[in-house]
Nanobody
């Protein structure tokens, strides 16, 4: 079974940057999408970035386009989320997930990490 472990969260001032990492313990056949989701208190979990691990296609939520970059290091079985120009509204718990489609649907993802908190102060 795939295990995903996120790291890199923390507190930063608006305009700052953070890089989240997601280490996958094992590649699972069929889980060829890796996504980053976030969930703020009282809000639904939303996909902020997703990539096809074989072809490298990437997808971003409109709210983070131009600021966030998803990437992977296959040698380390790790996916990253570089977050730049952070805003207070980016504050949320961020989750890494492995799944089958990049359609902004939680149900398309079968494996989830435990989450890492990102807090952006104004």
């Amino acid at each position: 079974q795939v295990q995903l472990v996120e790291s890199g969260g923390g507190s930063v001032q608006a305009g700052g940057s953070l890089r989240l990492s997601c280490a996958a313990s094992k590649y699972t056949y069929g889980s060829n999408r890796m996504g980053w989701f976030r969930q703020a208190p009282g809000k639904e979990r939303e996909q902020v970035a997703c990539m096809h691990t074989a072809f490298g296609h990437t997808y971003y939520a409109d709210s983070v386009k131009g600021r966030f970059i998803i990437s992977q290091d296959n040698t380390k079985s790790t996916v990253y989320l570089q977050m730049n120009s952070l805003k207070p509204e980016d504050t949320a718990m961020y989750y890494c997930a492995a799944g089958r489609l990049c359609m902004n649907r939680v149900t398309d993802f079968d494996y989830w990490g435990q989450g890492t908190q990102v807090t952006v102060s104004s």
